[in-house]
């Protein structure tokens, strides 16, 4: 295993334990005390993946989830000693594909890991070339979603949650569904990731997110694509 993991967390005492803690897991790990530098880091030295603290000096965890995302779609783990739901869902919110709350188990997050990793591999190409739907398109093959003539940029963990609803349009998926087949997570998932990423998938497809005319909340059960 050469994947790298970039830790950007202020406290040393902290970054050393989770770096010494993957490294047995068979990571490599770069580290960083802060956003800033944990930015440069990941310009001058690409990543698999990044655990990034939300609490950090200066630019916190939110600002640097938002600058990475502009220019990758790299899994960002959120890490929060933090645990109520206006913190987890800013993380998410601004890019992150999931997070996790200190203490934590090292299992439970080295797990977290390798499922995120496992979705960024190569998969055997879809039977399916073309999803349409509307001026909605879908290219399985290219990972790519447009809009008319534009496309629209969608993390990775979008663009499987879109391709999952829209492989099975008008059926209800439940949270614990899609948890399993988007982030192939089962007994540690959390419905708040699916939540998030539907509000988020929404603002970038639907022309009216809060009357939503494909991604529809079906209460109690789940959500529902609507070609």
Partial sequence: MNN??????????????????????????????????????????????????????????????????????????????????????????????????????????AARIRAHLRRMQPTVVSAISQLSFGNLEILPEQGTVRIGNKEVHLTRTEFNLLLELGSNPNKVLSREELLDKVWDYDYFGDSRLVDVHIRRLRTKVESDPANPSHIITIRGLGYKFIP
């Fill in 4 to 109: 790298k993991i970039l830790v950007i967390e202020d406290d040393e005492n902290i970054r050393t334990s989770m770096k010494l803690a993957l490294e047995d897991e068979g990571y490599t790990v770069a580290e960083a005390g802060s956003g800033e530098e944990g930015l440069e880091n990941f310009h001058n030295s690409s990543s698999d993946l990044v655990l990034v603290d939300l609490m950090l000096p200066a630019m916190d965890g939110f600002e640097c989830c938002r600058q990475i995302r502009h220019f990758s779609n790299v899994p960002v783990i959120v890490v929060t000693a933090k645990s109520n739901t206006h913190d987890i869902v800013a993380g998410l919110e601004a890019g992150a594909d999931d997070y996790v709350t200190k203490p934590f188990e090292v299992k439970e997050l």
